[in-house]
C-alpha cells in the first residue's frame, strides 16, 4: 500500500497509520469534515480514533477501499467488520463514487445463500465486535434472523456433511467432544454446540428470537442447560451470575411442560451457590420448580439447608415450592397431580420429623400446607406427626393441638385409630376422638357381623348374645363420651376406654376369623346384601 506523509491516523492507541488525506477523503464524509478547508494544506495533519471498529485491522481494510479507488473484496469474514468501519467513516455513496456501505449491504442480502459456517463466521464477527444486542444494528438483526431462520426451518438438517471443509471458523469446544457430539445426537440438537460460543446477551437475543418463531421449546431448554454447564466452566463468578439469570429469566418464557423438573433441581443448586444471585430470579426459579413439582422424588427436596441453619434439610424451600405449586396449578388433572404432591409431601414430613432443631411451628406448617382433599389416606401424615411428638416430647398442649388439626380421623385406617386412642403422646382430647372414630367403624363392623350370622348360621345364638351385650357396652360408653361440656371428664375416663379397644380388638379378630370360616357359597348367595363385605375385610 503507498504511504504518504500528510495524515497520520492513530487507530485506538494500537497502530499509527501514514496515509494520504486526499485519497481516503473522497470516500469517507467523516474524514472530509474532518479536514474541510485545510485539504489543500501542505502541512502534516493527526487524527486519533479512540473506537474505531475492529481496531487497526478494520483501518487497513478501508485504507485499502480507498487506495484501490472503492474496489475491495467482502467475504462473510470481512462483511460485517467492513459494515461496521463503514458506518464509522460515514462511507455512503454520493452518486459519483463507489459506497463501501453500499457493498456491504448488497452483500448481506444474500445472506440466506451462504452455508452455516459462513453464518457462524459472520456471528462471531457481530459478537467481537461488541455489536450490543440491546442497540439497533442492522447487520446483527439480519445475521440473527438468517441464524434461527435455518435452525427453525423444518427442512433444515445437520450441514457438516457438506461445509465442514470450511475451516475458516472453528468452535471453541474441544474437536473431539464436538465429534462425539454430534455424531451421537438426534437431528434437533446438531446445533448446540455450534452455538457455546456466544456470550449471554448474545443468546438471550437469540432464543428470544426462537420462542417468537415457535421453535420447539423443549429443545430450547435442552440447549440452555447445556448452554449453562458449559459456559460455568470457564466463567468468573460475576459472569456465573449473569449467565444463571438470563437463562432463569428464558425458561420464565417457555410452556411449563417443556421443563425437566431434575434439571430445574441442578439450577437451583447452582444458583444457591452463588452469592450474587438477585432474589428476583431465585423467586422465578421457585416457581419454575414448584410449577413441576409433581415430577419430584423425595431426593429432589433433600437440599442441605443455608448457611447457619440447624435443620438436617432446607425445609423453606418445601413451604416455597408446595406453595409456588398450589398457585401454578390448573383446574384440569389438578386434583392427580395434587395428590402426587400430597404423597411426596408424606415422604418429606417422614424424613423431616425426626429433626431435633424442628420447630413446632415450622412442622405445624408443613403438616396443614396442602387442602384435606390432597390426601386419600391420612396414615402417613399421622406417622409423621406420631414420630415428631415421640422426638419433641416438652412441647406445649397447645402446639400439639395445632399440629394434630391436620389429621382427618375419617381418613386413617382402624389400625392408625388403634395406635391413636393408645398412644400417650398425643393430647388427650385428639385419643378420644380417634378412639370415637375406631368405634364407629366398629359398629359398622358389628352390622356386618349381624347380617352374616342370619345367612350363615355358623354363630351360635349364645356367642351372639354375648358378643351383642359387650357391643352395647361399649356403645353406651360411647354415647357417655360424646355428651357436650364433659372434656374433663374425658381425660380421665381415658384409660378405661384404651382397656375398652384391647376388648375390641380381640372381639374384631373373632370375626375376622369366623368370616374366613364361612363357606364361599354361602357368601354368593347374598345376592346384593354382599354390598357390606368390603367393609370387613378392610
Not at 116 to 142: F, M, N, R, T
Not at 163 to 191: A, G, K, P
Request: aromatic content about 8%; charged content about 20%.
Amino acid at each position: 500500500m503507498q504511504v504518504c506523509c500528510d495524515l497520520e491516523v492513530d487507530v485506538n492507541g494500537e497502530e499509527v497509520f501514514m496515509v494520504d488525506k486526499k485519497t481516503l477523503a473522497p470516500f469517507s464524509k467523516r474524514f472530509g469534515g474532518l479536514f474541510g478547508n485545510s485539504m489543500d494544506n501542505s502541512g502534516n495533519l493527526k487524527v486519533v480514533f479512540h473506537d474505531f471498529p475492529g481496531g487497526a485491522v478494520g483501518f487497513e481494510l478501508i485504507a485499502r477501499f480507498c487506495y484501490n479507488n472503492g474496489r475491495t473484496q467482502i467475504t462473510p469474514a470481512s462483511v460485517v467488520l467492513l459494515n461496521c468501519a463503514a458506518q464509522f467513516m460515514e462511507m455512503e455513496s454520493d452518486g459519483h463514487r463507489p459506497s463501501l456501505l453500499n457493498q456491504t449491504k448488497k452483500s448481506l442480502d444474500g445472506l440466506s445463500f451462504w452455508s452455516w459456517s459462513e453464518l457462524l463466521v459472520a456471528l462471531k464477527e457481530c459478537q467481537d465486535l461488541l455489536l450490543s444486542p440491546s442497540k439497533p444494528s442492522l447487520i446483527l438483526d439480519k445475521v440473527l434472523d438468517c441464524v434461527v431462520g435455518r435452525l427453525v426451518s423444518p427442512i433444515v438438517a445437520s450441514p457438516y456433511t457438506s461445509s465442514s471443509e470450511n475451516s475458516s471458523f472453528q468452535c471453541s469446544c474441544d474437536t473431539r467432544s464436538s465429534y462425539s457430539t454430534r455424531n451421537n445426537s438426534s437431528q434437533v440438537s446438531w446445533w448446540f454446540e455450534d452455538l457455546l460460543f456466544l456470550n449471554i446477551d448474545l443468546i438471550d437475543k437469540v432464543i428470544k428470537l426462537m420462542i417468537c418463531q415457535h421453535f420447539d421449546h423443549v429443545t430450547i431448554t435442552k440447549f440452555l442447560f447445556c448452554y449453562q454447564r458449559s459456559r460455568f466452566v470457564t466463567a468468573t463468578p460475576t459472569e456465573k451470575c449473569r449467565i444463571m439469570e438470563v437463562i432463569i429469566n428464558l425458561l420464565s418464557l417457555l410452556d411449563r411442560n417443556s421443563l425437566s423438573c431434575k434439571h430445574l433441581f441442578d439450577m437451583f443448586r447452582v444458583a444457591s451457590s452463588l452469592e450474587s444471585i438477585s432474589k428476583h430470579c431465585k423467586s422465578v426459579l421457585d416457581t419454575l420448580i414448584g410449577s413441576q413439582l409433581d415430577q419430584a422424588t423425595i431426593d429432589f427436596l433433600l437440599v442441605p439447608p443455608p448457611r447457619k441453619k440447624h435443620y438436617m434439610y432446607d425445609m423453606n424451600l418445601v413451604l416455597r415450592l408446595v406453595n409456588a405449586f398450589q398457585n401454578e396449578l390448573n383446574c384440569c388433572s389438578s386434583l392427580v397431580r395434587l395428590r402426587k404432591v400430597a404423597s411426596l409431601l408424606d415422604s418429606y414430613l417422614l424424613e423431616v420429623s425426626a429433626d431435633s432443631y424442628l420447630t413446632p411451628s415450622k412442622f405445624a406448617a408443613l403438616v396443614l400446607l396442602l387442602p384435606d382433599s390432597a390426601r386419600e389416606s391420612h396414615d402417613r401424615l399421622f406417622q409423621a406427626i406420631d414420630i415428631y411428638l415421640q422426638v419433641h416430647g416438652g412441647i406445649c398442649e397447645a402446639e400439639k393441638m395445632r399440629i394434630c388439626s391436620a389429621l382427618n380421623y375419617a381418613k386413617l385406617s382402624t389400625d392408625a385409630l388403634r395406635h391413636l386412642a393408645r398412644n400417650s403422646k398425643f393430647p388427650s382430647r385428639i385419643a378420644i376422638q380417634g378412639f370415637i372414630n375406631q368405634q364407629s367403624k366398629l359398629e359398622n363392623l358389628f352390622e356386618g357381623q349381624k347380617h352374616i350370622d342370619t345367612f350363615s348360621g355358623s354363630i351360635s345364638i349364645e356367642e351372639s348374645i354375648k358378643e351383642n351385650e359387650n357391643s352395647d357396652q361399649v356403645l353406651v360408653y360411647a354415647k357417655r363420651v360424646n355428651v357436650p361440656g364433659k372434656a374433663e371428664q374425658l381425660e380421665v375416663q381415658l384409660p378405661g376406654m384404651q382397656f375398652r379397644v384391647t376388648e375390641l380388638d380381640k372381639f374384631s379378630g373373632t370375626i375376622h376369623t369366623q368370616i374366613g370360616n364361612i363357606p364361599r357359597t354361602r357368601l354368593s348367595s347374598l345376592g346384593n346384601n354382599a354390598r357390606f363385605l368390603p367393609k370387613l375385610c378392610s
